[in-house]
């Protein structure tokens, strides 16, 4: 396996655990940490931010696409 | 609600519609292609609305708002969740693109089959998107026929509103195919999004006053519907079992994964993507925002349901508005609905018409795709007319079953060693289990039957490919396509 290829692989890995890690917090955080948390600073904020963090992770994970 | 106003209104929207949907049609090919993909040249804005328009069903604005007004803020995590599912389509899309364009797929049931080389797999995956997304477009038809019925005082029939709404979404498929449909569900997407926003700044900064006393009114008031479990209804169970199957949405769909097929370059299909996010947020909040307005103004309503119809009849929204809203809901269904109808004749005629009748030329093919339209469109039609709980249960079942498709999706572009008899045990077993559990009302374990879907559909593709041999053009495929992935610096 070539550098490059060797190096599409890692990115490639590192991007699903971080995206894996993103979903597996999404999941859980609303039902531990927050769970009791009344307030829009709660689970309403978490989950708007973990949104974006996901909507500016993919934006990256495609800016260095080319025709 | 003015009667008058809204006819005029109902028949603007007809006209507009048939007036884009026409100019749409303007150098329109002969081929299957065209007619089906645009001939594969989308721009980006146009693809991202149309893609929007698709996705977001009549259930956004009436089902989430009532959601949400019933069961709080699990409501915004559940559809958020299925946002963040894009990164699918980041991956897998680019990957959709090149092997549509370089071996000339139709349709993703195609795809599978070519790549597990297999006729079979290509039936059965057309037919099971078939059986799943006939009763989904006639429920949307029953969604459209419902509140048109509810706003104009029953002055609008069901009947009416489902013929009237079934003859548009037919309508718009067959004048120009997805070029139609695309510019049809372009336009309709800005209205969805213009007049949904229109209302919550009309009902919080009239009927609320102001979006500080909005916020202060729920911390204060409905403290529990900013949690979850919340009021009671999302249990981490039914989170779980509501927001898989829409994780997977993307890829387990075909109107919307063959939409990878279309856009005219890869940048192009970059730009239908980030499109897509930012509409999905925005629409998604607005979606969530009318929810909770109803939680703070109509605290006692009998049905979560009636929330969005009894937020348009306030007052505070003033009669132009709440037609434009009502037009935004209608607009969300039949977009939704023409682009299904345009994905399964397109279905049909390929890869179930295409493959029984070996041979047969490509125009032939197209022929028999614009005499189905208006068949499925008849079978949505009637199963809508008798209203049977069969097609309520089927509709419902859609998202989960059509994930069985996923594990031999995936597996097609990540797996050598996938199979065909493995994509085929995962689909046909895991369906049936999936029918089994849905019409049953199991939930083995207390999980619902999309988990149990995508466990079973996983397991057996794995199982069943590692003990088969895999296809001897599966390695050449990949590498073919892999190879072009790294010239055009995608992962």
């Given at each position: 396996?070539?550098?490059r290829?060797?190096?599409?692989?890692?990115?490639?890995?590192?991007?699903?655990?971080?995206?894996?890690?993103?979903?597996?917090?999404?999941?859980?955080?609303p039902y531990?940490?927050?769970r009791?948390v009344g307030?829009?600073?709660?689970a309403?904020?978490?989950?708007?931010?973990?949104?974006?963090?996901a909507?500016?992770?993919?934006?990256i994970?495609?800016?260095?696409?080319?025709? | 609600?003015?009667?008058?106003?809204?006819?005029l209104?109902?028949?603007?929207?007809?006209?507009l519609?048939?007036?884009?949907?026409?100019?749409?049609r303007?150098?329109?090919?002969?081929?299957?292609?065209?007619?089906?993909l645009a001939?594969?040249?989308l721009?980006?804005?146009?693809n991202?609305?149309?893609?929007?328009?698709?996705t977001?069903?009549?259930?956004?604005?009436?089902?989430?708002?009532?959601?949400?007004?019933?069961?709080?803020v699990g409501a915004?995590?559940?559809?958020?969740?299925?946002l963040?599912?894009?990164?699918?389509?980041?991956?897998f899309g680019?990957?959709?693109?090149?092997?549509?364009?370089?071996?000339?797929?139709?349709?993703?049931?195609?795809?599978?089959?070519?790549?597990y080389?297999?006729?079979?797999?290509?039936?059965v995956?057309a037919?099971?998107?078939?059986?799943?997304?006939?009763?989904?477009?006639?429920?949307q038809?029953?969604?459209?026929?419902?509140?048109?019925?509810e706003?104009?005082?029953?002055?609008i029939?069901?009947v009416?509103g489902?013929?009237w709404a079934?003859?548009l979404?037919?309508?718009?498929?067959?004048?120009?195919g997805?070029?139609?449909?695309?510019?049809?569900?372009?336009?309709?997407?800005l209205?969805?999004?213009?007049?949904?926003?229109l209302?919550v700044?009309?009902?919080?900064?009239?009927g609320?006053?102001?979006?500080?006393?909005?916020?202060?009114?729920?911390e204060?008031?409905y403290p529990?519907?900013?949690?979850?479990?919340?009021p009671?209804?999302?249990?981490?169970s039914?989170?779980l079992?509501?927001?898989?199957?829409?994780?997977?949405?993307?890829?387990?769909?075909?109107?919307?994964?063959?939409?990878?097929f279309v856009?005219?370059?890869?940048?192009a299909?970059?730009?239908?993507?980030?499109g897509?996010?930012?509409f999905?947020f925005?629409?998604?909040?607005?979606?969530?925002?009318?929810?909770?307005?109803?939680?703070?103004?109509?605290?006692?309503?009998?049905?979560?349901?009636?929330?969005?119809?009894?937020l348009?009849?306030?007052?505070?929204?003033p009669?132009?508005?709440?037609?434009?809203?009502m037009l935004?809901i209608?607009?969300?269904?039949?977009?939704?609905?023409?682009?299904?109808?345009?994905?399964?004749?397109?279905?049909?005629?390929r890869?179930?018409?295409?493959?029984?009748?070996p041979?047969?030329?490509?125009a032939?093919?197209?022929?028999?795709g614009k005499?189905?339209?208006p068949i499925?469109?008849?079978?949505?039609?009637?199963?809508?007319?008798?209203?049977?709980?069969?097609?309520?249960?089927?509709?419902?079942?859609?998202?989960a079953?059509?994930?069985?498709l996923?594990?031999?999706?995936?597996?097609?572009?990540?797996?050598?060693?996938?199979?065909?008899?493995g994509?085929l045990?995962?689909?046909?077993v895991?369906?049936?289990?999936?029918?089994?559990?849905?019409?049953?009302?199991?939930?083995?374990?207390g999980?619902w039957?999309g988990v149990?879907?995508?466990?079973s559909?996983t397991l057996?593709?794995?199982?069943?490919s590692?003990?088969?041999?895999?296809?001897?053009?599966?390695?050449?495929?990949?590498?073919?396509?892999?190879?072009?992935?790294?010239?055009?610096?995608?992962?």
């Amino acid at each position: 396996m070539g550098d490059r290829a060797r190096g599409r692989r890692v990115a490639l890995v590192l991007w699903l655990a971080w995206f894996l890690a993103l979903e597996v917090v999404a999941f859980l955080v609303p039902y531990t940490v927050l769970r009791n948390v009344g307030r829009l600073w709660g689970a309403f904020l978490f989950w708007n931010l973990f949104a974006l963090l996901a909507i500016a992770s993919i934006f990256i994970l495609t800016a260095r696409w080319q025709d | 609600m003015q009667l008058s106003w809204l006819y005029l209104a109902l028949s603007a929207y007809t006209f507009l519609g048939f007036v884009v949907a026409w100019a749409a049609r303007r150098g329109l090919g002969q081929s299957l292609t065209d007619f089906f993909l645009a001939n594969r040249t989308l721009g980006g804005a146009v693809n991202a609305l149309s893609y929007s328009a698709t996705t977001y069903s009549a259930f956004m604005m009436v089902g989430l708002a009532g959601l949400t007004y019933r069961a709080g803020v699990g409501a915004l995590g559940f559809e958020l969740v299925y946002l963040s599912g894009l990164v699918l389509a980041a991956f897998f899309g680019p990957r959709f693109w090149l092997a549509a364009k370089l071996r000339g797929y139709v349709s993703p049931a195609e795809m599978l089959g070519d790549r597990y080389e297999s006729r079979a797999v290509t039936v059965v995956a057309a037919l099971a998107s078939l059986l799943f997304l006939i009763p989904y477009t006639s429920v949307q038809l029953m969604g459209i026929a419902y509140l048109l019925q509810e706003l104009s005082g029953g002055a609008i029939p069901y009947v009416v509103g489902v013929l009237w709404a079934t003859f548009l979404a037919l309508a718009w498929a067959r004048v120009g195919g997805l070029r139609s449909v695309a510019w049809t569900d372009a336009l309709q997407a800005l209205v969805m999004l213009v007049s949904s926003g229109l209302v919550v700044f009309f009902v919080i900064g009239r009927g609320i006053g102001g979006f500080a006393a909005f916020f202060r009114g729920l911390e204060q008031n409905y403290p529990q519907w900013l949690t979850v479990p919340g009021p009671g209804f999302f249990q981490f169970s039914t989170f779980l079992g509501l927001s898989l199957p829409w994780f997977f949405f993307c890829l387990s769909n075909p109107q919307v994964s063959q939409r990878l097929f279309v856009p005219r370059s890869l940048l192009a299909l970059r730009r239908m993507l980030r499109g897509f996010l930012l509409f999905g947020f925005i629409y998604t909040l607005i979606s969530i925002t009318w929810g909770f307005c109803a939680r703070l103004l109509l605290p006692d309503l009998p049905n979560p349901d009636l929330a969005t119809p009894t937020l348009l009849g306030l007052p505070v929204v003033p009669s132009a508005l709440a037609i434009l809203a009502m037009l935004g809901i209608v607009s969300a269904a039949i977009s939704t609905m023409d682009s299904v109808l345009l994905t399964l004749s397109s279905m049909f005629a390929r890869d179930i018409y295409g493959l029984l009748r070996p041979g047969i030329s490509e125009a032939r093919q197209l022929a028999v795709g614009k005499w189905v339209i208006p068949i499925i469109s008849g079978a949505a039609l009637v199963f809508s007319l008798f209203r049977l709980d069969l097609i309520a249960v089927l509709a419902v079942s859609s998202s989960a079953a059509l994930l069985v498709l996923v594990p031999a999706t995936v597996g097609a572009f990540i797996w050598r060693r996938g199979t065909a008899k493995g994509a085929l045990a995962s689909i046909l077993v895991s369906g049936i289990l999936v029918m089994v559990l849905q019409f049953g009302n199991l939930k083995p374990l207390g999980l619902w039957p999309g988990v149990w879907a995508l466990i079973s559909s996983t397991l057996l593709f794995v199982a069943v490919s590692l003990v088969t041999s895999p296809p001897k053009g599966a390695a050449a495929f990949l590498d073919s396509i892999n190879a072009l992935l790294a010239e055009k610096n995608v992962l």
